[in-house]
């Protein structure tokens, strides 16, 4: 007896509605994962970059003295409110206040909403030929970056501490209950 190559299948070729509610499902699922882990993510990198950021900044400051041999402030742009951008700067005129034509550079403000202050509410600090901060010895200045302002969140927020030395240290923020 010879079988027939000819099957007649009753079977298309799409995918059933069980099928495709089950990938649905899973998809939905994973994204419910997924979502809030890029979120954090992202905050935690924006974070980072911001924290990373200022030190170079610092890094640069402390540089320019040692190199030019002469003072280099470091200043907020407005007030005391580092988050808005921050600038450096030499005081040719000896006056302790920045005037035009005294710039070395500007560094735009933070794009997040986050804050960036200072404990002692330190306006400038200037950086000696040296490379010290012209602050008492042992001194130390820590700046509180709160990518949430008002809002404790120790996977991103972090304190810069900023030492006489002019070495700069960042650690993660401890978030108290």
């Known amino acids: 007896m010879r079988l027939s190559n000819s099957k007649i299948s009753n079977r298309s070729n799409g995918f059933t509605l069980i099928e495709l509610l089950t990938v649905m499902a899973v998809s939905v699922v994973l994204l419910g994962i997924g979502v809030p882990n890029l ?11 911001e924290a990373r950021e200022f030190i170079r900044t610092v890094g640069l400051a402390r540089s320019e003295a040692i190199s030019r041999g002469e003072n280099v402030n470091l200043s907020a742009i407005s007030g005391s409110n580092w988050e808005q951008g921050f600038r450096l700067w030499i005081d040719a005129d000896a006056d302790n206040t920045y005037d035009a034509g005294e ?8 794009k997040s909403n986050a804050d ?6 330190t306006t400038t600090f200037t ?51």
């Open 39 to 49: 979120v954090e993510f992202l905050d935690r990198s924006r974070a980072s970059a």
């Open 103 to 110: 710039e070395i550079r500007e560094i735009s403000g933070f």
């Open 116 to 121: 960036l202050s200072v404990t002692n509410n």
């Open 127 to 177: 950086f000696t030929s040296e490379g010290f901060l012209d602050t008492a010895v042992g001194s130390e200045s820590v700046f509180s970056y709160q990518s949430y302002p008002g809002k404790c969140n120790s996977d991103v927020d972090r304190s810069i501490r900023l030492k006489h030395t002019g070495h700069v240290s960042i650690e993660d923020t401890a978030c108290s209950p």
